[in-house]
């Protein structure tokens, strides 16, 4: 069966090919031009602005290592990627935050002291009844808190306080069915920049299996919800 190519076809051929060529020609003589650059400063060190580092590095990271060896580059491509390295490394710098406090605030010293009365003046009342007391005057806190407030002031726990069981018991009565879930992050080079997309995994804990569950640039409580 002959094929035979319509006249707009050729055409679109020898225009491909002419610009390819074009783009050749283009890419030697740029390469000749950084050839000659590099003989003419030598050894000299070439200072950039990290603007300009910036806008080496987004270039040189699509192009990869392997082009940039061929392309002859007045830096080597160990530097460029180093630099692109360095920009993802940057936008995650929170050193300026060194200040602020991390880990659990302490609870409210009027949650504690409502806690303490609440249990001193009702000694039926559990941690759920004594939770249920300080959400009605606006303070909402856990069964542990309450708890761990209870202990730290040497009262004792009313029979309706004590747990039912162990964590260990927990754990072991529901492992079939627990998973851990967790975000890692992947940087991306979109037309708006460096951008991180989020990616979700879920981890079944009985069988170690691994499920990823999507990707977002803003997880939000929508996202999350779409997710679950």
């Excluded at 060529?21 to 890419?27: A, L, M, S, T, V």
């Excluded at 602005?49 to 160990?78: E, I, N, Y």
């Excluded at 069981?165 to 998973?179: E, I, Y």
Aim: hydrophobic content about 35%; charged content about 25%.
């Amino acid at each position: 069966m002959k094929f035979a190519l319509q006249p707009w076809q050729l055409i679109l051929i020898i225009l491909a090919g002419w610009i390819n060529r074009q783009q050749q020609e283009i890419i030697e003589y740029l390469c000749t031009e950084n050839a000659i650059l590099k003989e003419k400063i030598g050894k000299k060190r070439i200072l950039l602005t990290d603007d300009q580092r910036r806008r080496l590095a987004v270039k040189g990271r699509v192009l990869g290592r392997k082009q940039l060896k061929q392309v002859g580059t007045l830096f080597t491509p160990d530097t460029i990627l180093r630099w692109h390295r360095q920009l993802v490394a940057n936008k995650w710098d929170y050193s300026n935050r060194k200040e602020k406090k991390f880990g659990r605030p302490r609870t409210r010293q009027v949650i504690v002291d409502l806690t303490v009365k609440f249990a001193t003046e009702n000694p039926t009342w559990g941690y759920d009844r004594i939770s249920g007391g300080l959400s009605n005057v606006g303070y909402h806190t856990c069964d542990s808190t309450i708890g761990n407030i209870l202990k730290a002031h040497g009262i004792e726990p009313a029979p309706t306080r004590r747990r039912t069981g162990s964590w260990q018991t927990f754990l072991k009565t529901h492992w079939d069915v627990m998973a851990s879930i967790d975000f890692t992050t992947v940087e991306v080079w979109t037309k708006g920049g460096l951008t991180t997309f989020y990616l979700l995994f879920v981890i079944e804990l009985k069988t170690r299996r691994v499920n990823f569950a999507g990707c977002t640039t803003k997880p939000n409580e929508t996202w999350m919800k779409t997710i679950a």
